[in-house]
């Protein structure tokens, strides 16, 4: 059986790319929204990590361990930005749940690694190289256009077809 490659773009805003052979898909990340721990009203969004699974379950039920590999984007971690990477690295712990319940391999990929493989060089600053996921993904995958441009990018799906042509 070929390999199925999960691209991961890592947080609660993220998305999942599978890309096995000739099927390419998208979706977002599920996420559930409450409270926070604090003591004054204040709401997070977190990973839905039952729904993670299920998705996995479901989606890849023709996949065995053996045969998908998972591609996850390190998380932003500033000590500067303190909500910021603790969304993230909340959204890493239930992510890596989910993958570990599932048995997957897993390969931590920094986003300069599959920006570089298949996006345009020279681009910087956060709003450029989503338009440039985005252009890309619905160039290379114009099925996916409508989740492509309802995400606001093709991170996850670019991950996994990184992975796939073997960029690292």
Not at 146 to 158: A, C, M, N, T
Request: hydrophobic share 40%; aromatic share 8%; with cysteine.
């Amino acid at each position: 059986m070929e390999t199925c490659y999960i691209g991961i773009d890592n947080g609660v805003s993220g998305s999942i790319g599978v890309v096995c052979g000739t099927d390419v898909r998208m979706f977002s990340i599920p996420t559930k929204k409450e409270l926070s721990y604090t003591k004054a009203v204040r709401h997070i969004t977190r990973i839905d990590c039952p729904s993670l699974i299920k998705f996995f379950q479901e989606s890849l039920w023709e996949y065995t361990s053996e045969t998908v590999k998972v591609f996850l984007e390190r998380p932003m971690v500033n000590p500067m930005r303190f909500q910021a990477t603790t969304s993230a690295i909340r959204a890493l712990e239930a992510t890596l749940i989910a993958v570990e319940f599932m048995q997957y391999p897993l390969q931590y990929v920094d986003s300069k690694q599959w920006q570089k493989a298949l996006l345009p060089s020279g681009i910087k600053g956060s709003e450029d190289l989503k338009r440039a996921s985005m252009d890309i993904g619905c160039r290379l995958f114009p099925k996916l256009s409508q989740i492509i441009i309802k995400q606001g990018d093709s991170d996850g799906v670019l991950i996994a077809e990184a992975a796939r042509r073997g960029k690292w």
